[in-house]
């Protein structure tokens, strides 16, 4: 704990005002007013508004429509995550096998972060062309199956979160790689003195000794792309074919900027805040336990 | 730090296993081969899709559409990417990309320094407030307020401006911790001798703390920037004239949409390749930089 202070009464208040003056007139304000809105149906030109208590709610509750978007969003949330981290943890465990060339291949592997997912997803969107694509041509080879993403939705999907995982997954070996590389040596020596194959020692010392990153990963990439999704939906799928890609970050956008529905919108919001709360309420109890532990 | 670091340290000590190999006479290691084949199996699936995205913005149309797929680069970059700039007004994007990139990390930065700096070097009334308040903005991404905010910007009348795609962006709890996080680790003999010395806060923040900060600013200055170049529903929402798109955004009216346009994706890839090459190459070459405020940001 700092016990050495300034003395300044006034100081510290201008110090803070900058960041507290754009948190609150960007992100309170307007979450607030998200709130205020939720209970309210606006005509669409915004000149009247009606207090409707939870009807918005009540509606988008009952909507087949909103519990196709929360089902699509998991979907692509989970698939991204399985994808992200499967492949992140096998390329670290790889790369800190007794081989020369780490910081090589981890430079090799880490750049596709820099690629906004939208622009991975215009890329993998040529690579499942249906007509140009290479992927179509050489499934063709193997299965007469159209893999038409326009006219299929979970081919749509899986464009969508295979562009997402790929820029995603050198985030995931970066801390994998951190983790793994800060397990003693000592330890892996010893275990495979008393006979432990490659396998066992994975299963047996690595993963658990890997679980709290693992598990911070989860979180942090579910959080990602269940909100850090909307442009790669934008860019590529518009949501659908028919709605198979409309997640519900899509949605709000679609039912407020384009359909104007203020009120659904703003529901949609604020039950998306309650999500994120959740997530981040998740992350940190595990990074205080974090903290304590070591 | 702390990867490179372990990096380094099991480096050596996996050069002692080796040397020992190769005084025994150059055992041949079947698992080594093995290893560096399945990782440049991985390297090579995750570079694919930008190696064919390269090979298409080097081809003529009729190459791109032939079957099967060419995928050796052809010679009609130069021309590939002219028409890829020209068409749309490519400089205007990137320099707006980077205004939003470099001013958002910058502001980003500041603001959090001087708030970390209140938070740890005074004692005020509100001090948990004010740290509450700062957490609480992790819970409120732009995709829960899209609608309220968009208004609050109108009415502010930033839309279409640089003040509007980058002042709000400029909130960071990440930042702020991790300089907080930093500065509890200043030892406290240092503010007392500054102190005893008569220096004033803000001289000891400019003279004392900056300087030990750069580490910390140049990670997060790289990790931040390729935030700031990737926004996209920010931009999207509160810019609608051409010539405040950011190339994100700006580079879609060059996608070929299905039945409408000559498929000409030679010269969408050559805008994409555009696009993605400027944080794809602050990450290459400030790599280190990267690697640590990543893992650092996030603790």
């Given at each position: 704990?700092?016990?050495?202070?300034?003395?300044?009464?006034?100081?510290?208040?201008?110090?803070?005002?900058?960041?507290?003056a754009?948190?609150?007139?960007?992100?309170?304000?307007p979450?607030?007013?998200?709130?205020?809105?939720?209970?309210?149906r606006?005509?669409?030109?915004?000149?009247?508004?009606?207090?409707?208590?939870?009807?918005?709610?009540?509606?988008?509750?009952?909507?087949?429509?909103?519990?196709?978007?929360?089902v699509?969003?998991?979907?692509?949330?989970?698939?991204?995550?399985?994808?992200?981290?499967?492949?992140?943890?096998?390329?670290?465990?790889?790369?800190?096998?007794?081989?020369?060339g780490?910081?090589?291949?981890?430079?090799?592997?880490?750049?596709p972060?820099?690629?906004?997912?939208?622009?991975?997803?215009?890329?993998?969107?040529?690579?499942?062309?249906p007509?140009?694509?290479?992927?179509?041509?050489?499934?063709?080879?193997?299965?007469?199956?159209?893999?038409?993403?326009?006219?299929?939705?979970?081919?749509?999907?899986?464009?969508?979160?295979?562009?997402?995982?790929?820029?995603h997954?050198?985030?995931?070996?970066?801390?994998?790689?951190?983790?793994?590389?800060?397990?003693?040596?000592?330890?892996?020596?010893?275990?495979?003195?008393?006979?432990?194959?490659?396998?066992?020692?994975?299963?047996?010392?690595?993963?658990?000794?890997?679980?709290?990153?693992?598990?911070?990963?989860?979180?942090v990439?579910?959080?990602?792309?269940?909100?850090?999704?909307?442009?790669?939906?934008?860019?590529?799928?518009?949501?659908?074919?028919?709605?198979?890609?409309?997640?519900?970050?899509?949605?709000?956008?679609?039912?407020?900027?384009?359909?104007?529905?203020?009120?659904?919108?703003?529901?949609?919001?604020?039950?998306?805040?309650?999500?994120?709360?959740?997530?981040?309420?998740?992350q940190?109890?595990?990074?205080?336990?974090?903290?304590?532990?070591? | 730090?702390?990867?490179?670091?372990?990096?380094?340290?099991?480096?050596?000590?996996?050069?002692?296993?080796r040397?020992a190999?190769?005084?025994?006479?150059?055992?041949?290691?079947?698992?080594?081969?093995?290893?560096?084949?399945?990782?440049?199996?991985?390297?090579?699936?995750?570079?694919?899709?930008?190696?064919?995205?390269?090979?298409?913005?080097?081809?003529?149309?009729?190459?791109?559409?032939?079957?099967?797929p060419l995928?050796?680069?052809?010679?009609?970059?130069?021309?590939?990417?002219?028409?890829?700039?020209?068409?749309?007004?490519?400089a205007?994007?990137?320099?707006?990309?980077?205004?939003?990139?470099?001013?958002?990390?910058?502001?980003?930065?500041?603001?959090?320094?001087?708030?970390?700096?209140?938070?740890?070097y005074?004692?005020?009334?509100g001090?948990?407030?004010?740290?509450?308040?700062i957490?609480?903005?992790?819970?409120?991404?732009?995709?829960?307020?899209?609608?309220?905010?968009?208004?609050?910007?109108?009415?502010?009348?930033?839309?279409?401006?640089?003040?509007?795609?980058?002042?709000?962006l400029?909130?960071?709890?990440?930042?702020?911790?991790?300089?907080?996080?930093?500065?509890?680790?200043?030892?406290?003999?240092?503010?007392?001798?500054?102190?005893?010395?008569?220096?004033?806060?803000?001289?000891?923040?400019?003279?004392?703390?900056?300087?030990?900060?750069w580490?910390?600013?140049?990670?997060?200055?790289?990790?931040?920037?390729?935030?700031?170049?990737?926004?996209?529903l920010?931009?999207?929402?509160?810019?609608?004239?051409?010539?405040?798109r950011?190339?994100?955004?700006?580079?879609?009216?060059l996608?070929?949409?299905?039945?409408?346009?000559?498929?000409?994706?030679?010269?969408?890839?050559?805008?994409?390749?555009?696009?993605?090459?400027?944080p794809?190459a602050?990450?290459?070459?400030?790599?280190?930089?990267?690697?640590?405020?990543?893992?650092?940001?996030?603790?």
């Amino acid at each position: 704990m700092k016990r050495a202070v300034f003395p300044n009464r006034l100081l510290p208040y201008l110090l803070v005002l900058p960041q507290i003056a754009v948190t609150g007139v960007f992100f309170f304000w307007p979450a607030l007013e998200s709130v205020r809105l939720s209970v309210f149906r606006t005509s669409p030109f915004g000149d009247k508004s009606f207090f409707v208590g939870l009807e918005n709610f009540r509606k988008l509750l009952t909507s087949s429509e909103y519990y196709s978007s929360i089902v699509n969003s998991f979907l692509f949330a989970f698939g991204v995550t399985a994808i992200g981290l499967g492949a992140g943890l096998l390329v670290a465990a790889l790369a800190t096998q007794k081989i020369r060339g780490l910081a090589a291949y981890r430079t090799a592997v880490l750049w596709p972060y820099g690629i906004a997912p939208p622009i991975a997803g215009i890329i993998f969107l040529f690579i499942f062309h249906p007509s140009y694509g290479a992927l179509p041509y050489w499934l063709s080879f193997v299965t007469s199956y159209e893999f038409n993403w326009l006219l299929k939705g979970w081919v749509a999907m899986a464009l969508v979160i295979v562009a997402t995982a790929w820029t995603h997954v050198g985030y995931n070996i970066a801390f994998f790689l951190a983790g793994l590389l800060a397990i003693p040596a000592s330890v892996l020596e010893a275990a495979s003195v008393d006979g432990a194959g490659a396998i066992r020692r994975f299963r047996s010392i690595i993963f658990p000794l890997l679980s709290p990153i693992t598990f911070y990963l989860l979180v942090v990439n579910l959080i990602f792309s269940f909100f850090g999704s909307f442009g790669v939906i934008h860019a590529v799928t518009q949501g659908g074919p028919g709605r198979a890609t409309e997640i519900m970050v899509f949605k709000v956008y679609n039912d407020g900027l384009i359909g104007l529905n203020l009120g659904s919108s703003a529901a949609q919001s604020v039950l998306l805040m309650l999500v994120v709360i959740a997530l981040t309420a998740i992350q940190f109890r595990f990074v205080e336990k974090r903290v304590t532990y070591s | 730090m702390s990867a490179d670091g372990a990096a380094v340290a099991s480096a050596r000590v996996d050069a002692l296993p080796r040397v020992a190999a190769a005084r025994r006479g150059r055992t041949f290691d079947w698992g080594t081969v093995v290893v560096h084949a399945l990782l440049i199996l991985c390297v090579a699936v995750i570079a694919f899709p930008l190696y064919y995205a390269f090979v298409i913005s080097t081809q003529t149309v009729p190459e791109v559409l032939g079957r099967p797929p060419l995928l050796r680069p052809s010679g009609h970059m130069l021309e590939n990417y002219a028409a890829a700039w020209q068409r749309s007004n490519m400089a205007r994007l990137l320099l707006n990309s980077a205004v939003v990139a470099i001013a958002s990390a910058l502001g980003k930065i500041a603001i959090s320094m001087l708030s970390a700096f209140a938070i740890v070097y005074f004692n005020f009334r509100g001090k948990s407030v004010a740290f509450w308040m700062i957490f609480v903005t992790l819970m409120l991404p732009v995709e829960v307020r899209i609608m309220s905010t968009y208004e609050v910007i109108g009415s502010i009348g930033w839309l279409n401006s640089y003040a509007g795609l980058t002042i709000p962006l400029m909130a960071s709890a990440t930042a702020t911790f991790l300089f907080r996080q930093f500065y509890m680790t200043v030892p406290n003999e240092l503010v007392e001798a500054a102190q005893l010395d008569g220096v004033g806060p803000l001289r000891f923040l400019w003279a004392f703390l900056l300087p030990l900060s750069w580490a910390n600013i140049a990670a997060l200055f790289v990790v931040l920037f390729i935030f700031g170049w990737n926004q996209y529903l920010w931009p999207l929402m509160i810019t609608n004239t051409e010539t405040m798109r950011v190339v994100v955004i700006g580079l879609q009216d060059l996608i070929p949409r299905t039945g409408t346009h000559v498929p000409e994706w030679n010269v969408m890839m050559a805008a994409a390749m555009m696009a993605l090459l400027p944080p794809v190459a602050v990450i290459l070459f400030m790599q280190r930089w990267f690697v640590k405020g990543l893992i650092e940001s996030e603790k």
